[in-house]
């Protein structure tokens, strides 16, 4: 798996993006809006907190991995309501390589 991955995800989101809402997930997440997608972030981030939880505790990490997927797939979704494509993020952390991450969040202005 590589980072096409990514873009091809990306690709299919924007193909659904006009599709009939009630045919593709994809399609109704657009249809009821920017606050129901940003809902969803926030539910996946949560939902990937408490599996990571879990997993520290002894659970498989299954769930972590299908909840990250979860997480990973509803900010594609995020990006592309905004008018972004996965490239611009992978192109930011590209642009971290080589900066310690104390350095990089000191440059942002961020204590």
Known sequence: MTT???????Q???ARKTADPTESYVASLFHKGLNKILE??????VETILAAKDCANGASK???IYETA???FHSLVMLAAL???PE?????LER???????????ARGNN
Do not use: H, P
Request: charge should be negative.
């Open 4 to 10: 096409d991955t990514l873009s091809r995800v990306a």
């Open 12 to 14: 299919v989101i924007e």
């Open 40 to 45: 969803k972030v926030g539910e996946e981030s």
């Open 62 to 64: 299954d769930e972590l």
């Open 70 to 72: 979860d997480l990973w």
């Open 83 to 85: 008018g972004e494509k």
């Open 88 to 92: 611009s993020v992978l192109q930011e």
């Open 96 to 106: 971290r390589f080589g900066l310690s991450g104390l350095e990089e969040k000191a």
